[in-house]
C-alpha cells in the first residue's frame, strides 16, 4: 500500500479546547458543558480526571505548535472555547486575556508555516446557557451563538481563512438526550431532535454571517458514520435506508443540500417527535449551505433489520439492530470497527450526491488503553498499530482525491494524548505521549514514521 501526498495537501492533527486546554485562565462563570459534566459526577470519570488540565495546552501551546511543524505537519485545527471567550455569554462581553491567547496561538502556527483552521463549537457550550436555556433545545442560545461568531470573527477572520460552525454537533446531543451517556443523561427525542434542528439552523447563521468577511469560508464537520446493510435483501436495505437517514442526511443534506430530508418530518411527526420549526428556517437553511465539509470518521454502521420489537422512546434505533460483519477488524479497547476503504466511499458519495463539495478528513485516530505495554528500551512507545491504522486510512483519502474527489486533506486526531468525556485519558490517541505525572511531551514511533512520509512525499 503506497501512495503519493498531493500537493498543496492538508496534512496535520486536530483538536478541541476542552479537550486540550484545561481550565487555566478562565474565572468564575465561564466554565463549559465540560465542567457541568464531570461536576455532576466526577466518578462517572476514569480515574476521576475531569477537564481542569486536559493537556495543558493553554500554558504550553508554543512548545506543542514548533513540535508539530518540526515533524512537517502543515495544518493544526483548534476550537475557540464559547465559554472562555466570552466573559459574559448573556451579555455578549467578550474576555479580552482569551482574545489575547488565541491570537497568540494563531500567530504561533502561522509563524511556523502551518495553516490555522478554527472551529466555534466542539460540544463545549457554556455552562450557564445549559442551566438557563437547556443549551441548543431552546432559541436563546441560537441568538446568542449568532452574537459569538460575529464577535469571533471581527477578532480573527483577518488571520484564518478556513472557519467550522461546529464539530460534531449531533455527538452531544445523541449522547445526553437519547442514548443516556453523557450529560443530562436523560432519555427525549424530542428535545433532541429540536436541539439538533436549531444547530443546523445556527450553521446557515454562521454561514451568512460569514459572507460579510471576504477572507472566510465557513463550514461544518459532522461525525461520519457509513451505514453498511448486512445483505441485499429488502428489509436490510431499508434498515440501511432510515439509518442513514437519521444518523447522516440529517445534517449532511440540510449543509451540503440545503434541506433537511422530508422523511425527517414525516418520521419524527409519526413518533410525536418533530421539532419547532418556520418557513424563514427553512428559508435560512436552503440559502446558505457549507462552504466546505469537514468529515470526522472513526467507524462505519452495520445494521440488520429488526427482528426484536422496539421498545424505547424514539431513536434511530427503532429502524435496525448491530450487525457484526464477520469479516471486520476491530479495536477491542474502543470498541469500534476498523475500516479504512469506508474513507473512499464517503469520497465517491459526497462526489455522485452531493456536487462533489469540497471536503477534507477533519479527524481520525486510534485510541489505544496502557500504550505503556509497547515502549521500547529506548523509552518510546512503538505504536505500529496507529502507524497501520494512519497508512491505510491516508490511503483511501488519497485515493478518493486521485479519483476526482475534491478531497484537499487529512487530520489526525490527535497530537498529543488528550482528555474524552468520561474515558479521561484512558484511551490514548496522540502522535505525543503525554505523562500524567509530568505533563511532558514525547513523540511516539508514529510520529517519527509521520514525519518520514512527509518527507518523502510518499505514503508507505
Wanted: hydrophobic share 35%; charged share 25%; glycine share 4%.
Amino acid at each position: 500500500m503506497k501512495i503519493k501526498i498531493p500537493e498543496n495537501f492538508m496534512l496535520g492533527t486536530s483538536s478541541s479546547a476542552w479537550q486540550i486546554e484545561g481550565t487555566a485562565g478562565k474565572e468564575a462563570g465561564q466554565e463549559s458543558w465540560a465542567e457541568l459534566f464531570f461536576q455532576s459526577d466526577p466518578s462517572r470519570w476514569y480515574d476521576q480526571i475531569g477537564p481542569q488540565k486536559a493537556s495543558d495546552f493553554y500554558h504550553r501551546y508554543k512548545e506543542d505548535i514548533a513540535t508539530m511543524a518540526s515533524f512537517g505537519l502543515n495544518t493544526f485545527r483548534f476550537t475557540i472555547q464559547w465559554a472562555r471567550f466570552m466573559k459574559d455569554p448573556l451579555k455578549g462581553i467578550v474576555d479580552p486575556k482569551a482574545v489575547a491567547y488565541y491570537q497568540d496561538v494563531i500567530k504561533t502556527i502561522k509563524s511556523h508555516g502551518m495553516k490555522p483552521i478554527i472551529s466555534l463549537e466542539h460540544w463545549d457550550i457554556p455552562a450557564v446557557l445549559l442551566e438557563k436555556y437547556e443549551g441548543w433545545i431552546s432559541r436563546e442560545t441560537l441568538s446568542l451563538y449568532t452574537d459569538y461568531v460575529k464577535k469571533a470573527l471581527d477578532c480573527f477572520s483577518e488571520e484564518v481563512e478556513l472557519w467550522f460552525a461546529f464539530t460534531e454537533p449531533n455527538i452531544p446531543i445523541d449522547n445526553g438526550y437519547i442514548k443516556q451517556i453523557w450529560y443530562p443523561f436523560v432519555h427525549d427525542p424530542k428535545k433532541a431532535y429540536q436541539a439538533h434542528f436549531h444547530k443546523i439552523v445556527a450553521t446557515a447563521t454562521a454561514v451568512k454571517i460569514a459572507k460579510e468577511y471576504p477572507k472566510v469560508k465557513m463550514g461544518a464537520m459532522v461525525h461520519m458514520t457509513p451505514v453498511y446493510p448486512a445483505s441485499d435483501s429488502v428489509e436490510d436495505q431499508q434498515a440501511a435506508y432510515y439509518t442513514d437517514l437519521f444518523e447522516v442526511r440529517l445534517y449532511l443534506d440540510a449543509y451540503c443540500k440545503g434541506k433537511i430530508p422530508e422523511e425527517i418530518f414525516t418520521e419524527l411527526e409519526k413518533y410525536n417527535c418533530l421539532f419547532t420549526y418556520t418557513l424563514e428556517d427553512l428559508q435560512l437553511i436552503h440559502q446558505y449551505p457549507i462552504d466546505i465539509l469537514g468529515i470526522d470518521y472513526y467507524f462505519p454502521i452495520r445494521v440488520k433489520a429488526r427482528k426484536i420489537p422496539y421498545d424505547q422512546p424514539f431513536s434511530s434505533k427503532i429502524y435496525y439492530e448491530d450487525y457484526l460483519w464477520p469479516k471486520r477488524e476491530f479495536n477491542a479497547d474502543r470498541g469500534w470497527e476498523i475500516y479504512p476503504k469506508a474513507i473512499y466511499d464517503i469520497g465517491m458519495r459526497l462526489k455522485n450526491e452531493y456536487e462533489n463539495i469540497d471536503w477534507f478528513i477533519s479527524e481520525n485516530g486510534i485510541g489505544i488503553e496502557k500504550e505503556g505495554r509497547f515502549r521500547n528500551k529506548a523509552g518510546i512507545i512503538e505504536d505500529d498499530y496507529r502507524i497501520d491504522f494512519i497508512k491505510r486510512h491516508l490511503y483511501y483519502t488519497i485515493k478518493a482525491k486521485e479519483e476526482g474527489c475534491h478531497c484537499h486533506g487529512y487530520l489526525i486526531w490527535s497530537f498529543i494524548d488528550n482528555l474524552s468525556a468520561i474515558n479521561a485519558f484512558k484511551n490514548r490517541y496522540g502522535l505525543l505521549e503525554l505523562d500524567l505525572n509530568t505533563y511532558k511531551r514525547k513523540p511516539k514511533k508514529s510520529l517519527y514514521w509521520l514525519k518520514d512520509c512527509i518527507e518523502k512525499g510518499i505514503v508507505e
